[in-house]
């Protein structure tokens, strides 16, 4: 294929979803260009909880939309991403209640199925709860946890069932650009001509866009997590829980295991995507560990089985970049996902794909634009566990 109508740069679940939704609405011929395998960057690492918690109606919308997407994923695609509705509790320490409530009630405008549970119901409900210093509980019972690799690889397959190209292992190593045009790709096999390019490359995208002349203010941070076998006989937390008192995740992974790791606010640590520590630190595991084990007391003596560290691809306010640039014609941002990309990454993908068509977006979804960067309008955030 020398060319096409769009090329998609990364097979990461928002790239996925937008070439999928692409070839979805027959714009033509679209190729997915993926580095490596599907989901092999920050999505295959991602710690895949589902929930709709956030301050900001745009993103509590389309995480919302998001667990639509997961729940329906097998009807959609054709095949199920592994989503698995246990809940996701929201620890809320005192200086955060306020905050916490005013989110709740505009998530619950929204539609989401949210609210603050009773100290009987959190008793009943989280018997492996230590509540110290706890001021509240935020409970979704549409939230749990995905597989982030199966939920990418049914984007793929239904994509190329509906007639798009994916070639794997295979390198975009620039963008071509006329003027304020660009007009395709560079591959390690040549040149790509196209109508449109959406650059969907995670923390590889500032290296792409800046090698075009197109700025992209982003961070790329390493990102630890770890996994841990509980002591045979003892009741776990079955749901996605994000604590905000301690500063922790944890997900459920079945047959006495669990992911463990840090949320914000905590040390970012920058890093080159090429050549990073893939494995946790020492302090890390030793830091979750203490912190796990005081508010999870069936986790005292766990056994950690398996610690990695992944990349997170951050903006100067933590959303995305999504959608096309003023006076750039041919190109679409569409990475900064941060620790927001996997749940909201199949809602985000979708929306992109009807932009690229339409040539319109909902205002909220448009303000994603990087334009904002220039237009100083940043997103602003409120405490209530956006960033993870």
């Known amino acids: 294929m020398a060319s096409c109508d769009v090329v998609v740069i990364g097979a990461g679940i928002t790239g996925a979803s937008t070439a999928y939704h692409l070839q979805k609405r027959k714009v033509g011929r679209v190729l997915l260009l993926e580095r490596s395998t599907p989901a092999a960057g920050g999505t295959g690492r991602s710690a895949a909880i589902v929930r709709q918690h956030y301050s900001t109606p745009l993103m509590a919308r ?90 990418t690889e049914a984007y793929v397959g239904a994509f190329e069932r509906l007639g798009g190209t994916v070639r794997l292992r295979t390198a975009c190593r620039g963008l071509l650009r006329q003027g304020e045009r660009i007009t ?3 591959t390690d096999e040549g040149e ?48 996605s829980d994000s604590n905000a008192v301690d500063a922790i995740y944890l997900r459920p992974l079945g047959g006495g295991r669990v992911v463990l790791g840090r949320g ?12 990073y520590k893939q494995t946790a630190d020492a302090d890390f595991i030793a830091e979750v560990q203490e912190r796990a084990e005081h508010r999870f007391p069936p986790l005292q003596g766990a056994t950690l089985v398996d610690s990695y560290a992944a990349l997170y691809d951050v903006t100067p306010d933590w959303y995305q970049y999504v959608g096309p640039r003023a006076g750039l ?44 960067i220039a237009r100083n309008e940043l997103f602003k955030q409120a405490y209530g566990g956006n960033r993870g």
């Not at 941070?221 to 045979?232: F, K, N």
């Not at 941060?338 to 339409?358: C, Q, T, Y």
């Open 62 to 151: 389309l995480a919302l939309a998001g667990v639509g997407i997961f729940r329906g994923m097998k009807e959609e695609l054709g095949q199920d991403g592994g989503y698995q509705r246990t809940g996701w509790a929201f620890l809320v320490p005192a200086d955060a209640r306020a905050v916490a409530e005013r989110n709740v009630a505009m998530q619950r405008g929204l539609g989401i199925d949210t609210r603050f549970l009773s100290d009987a119901e959190v008793a009943d409900r989280l018997p492996w709860l230590n509540p110290e210093n706890v001021a509240g509980v935020v409970w979704e019972a549409e939230g749990g946890y995905a597989d982030p690799v199966r939920s």
């Open 184 to 186: 395709g790709v560079m």
């Open 192 to 239: 790509i001509s196209a109508g449109a390019v959406v650059n969907a490359a995670g923390p590889w995208a500032p290296r792409l866009a800046e090698l075009a002349g197109i700025p992209m203010t982003m961070r790329t941070l390493r990102e630890q997590d770890t996994v841990w076998q509980a002591r045979s006989g003892r009741a776990l937390p079955d749901c």
């Open 264 to 275: 914000f606010p905590k040390p970012y640590l920058d890093c080159d995507p090429e050549n």
């Open 329 to 372: 014609d041919g190109y679409y941002d569409c990475s900064g996902g941060s620790g927001h990309g996997f749940k909201v990454g199949p809602a985000i993908g979708r929306e992109l794909a009807g932009w690229i068509v339409d040539g319109r977006a909902a205002p909220d979804f448009a303000r994603l634009s990087y334009d904002r």
